[in-house]
């Protein structure tokens, strides 16, 4: 990483509004304990789908990029909540992959949704979701570029330079990603795919340890040439704090 620069990139966070919460708390300690430092937070995307808050999520990033230097990329469940507005087929494949718990979040009685036919949503919605949710979804990157990395929320199209990557590869692709061996342009540090710790593969870093799921959230933390992790664990009854060291 660039001389006097430190990075701290949080994997998909898919509606864990108190997972977040106490990540943010640990990073801000963190950045306070340490040097000095030209600092900046990446969120890899995927705010929002399968866990209970997803609008508390929304609300809570927009705070934190209100008193602080936080960047957020768009996932692919960014990309279905918002274009589900629009096309009532997008809004099915939306409400299979989590977006049932995405709604619910706005404050509709889970009766109440369940009594709906997709028309009769697909005609509510507009008046569910918070126009400045949208409006702050819109402004997400696709891509950003710091010293050695490249953060985006999926991966890459191996074989295509950066500059000319497709936004539906950087937002969805997996296996020709995954699977390449060799090197990349850049160490490309990613969401989207779940893995059960931090995959540290040398040409790539993926990050999300599934918090819906699993209950862990993962922030990659970049200094110079130095990795580690701040994860934020909740084990059924409370939310602990770990911190480990990356090979760099």
């Known amino acids: 990483m660039p001389d006097g620069e430190r990075y701290y990139i949080v994997g998909d966070i898919h509606g864990r509004c108190d997972l977040f919460e106490a990540l943010i708390k640990a990073i801000e300690a963190d950045d306070r304990s340490g040097a000095p430092a030209d600092t900046t937070i990446v969120l890899l995307g995927d705010l929002v789908d399968r866990g209970s808050d997803s609008a508390g999520v929304l609300r809570r990033a ?67 979701i918070a126009n400045e949710d949208l409006d702050f979804i819109a402004t997400f990157e696709e891509r950003i570029v710091c010293g050695d990395y490249l953060f985006v929320h999926a991966g890459i199209d191996p074989l295509v330079p950066i500059e000319d990557q497709k936004r539906r590869d950087m937002l969805w692709i997996r296996d020709r990603f995954l699977r390449h061996k060799g090197p990349l342009e850049k160490i490309v540090v990613h969401g989207h795919t779940i893995y059960d710790e931090v995959e540290d593969c040398g040409n790539r870093i993926g990050i999300d340890t599934g918090a819906f799921r699993t209950g862990l959230l993962t922030a990659l933390v970049l200094e110079e040439d130095r990795r580690r992790t701040i994860q934020a664990a909740n084990d059924g009854e409370t939310i602990e704090i770990i911190s480990g060291e990356l090979a760099s």
């Open 62 to 128: 927009r705070q934190w990029q209100q008193q602080r230097r936080v960047r957020i990329l768009t996932g692919n469940h960014e990309e279905m909540f918002t274009e589900s507005l629009a096309d009532k087929e997008v809004l099915r494949h939306f409400l299979k992959h989590g977006g049932r718990e995405t709604i619910l979040s706005y404050g509709i009685p889970s009766r109440e949704f369940n009594e709906l036919t997709i028309d009769e949503l697909f005609e509510r919605l507009p008046s569910l």
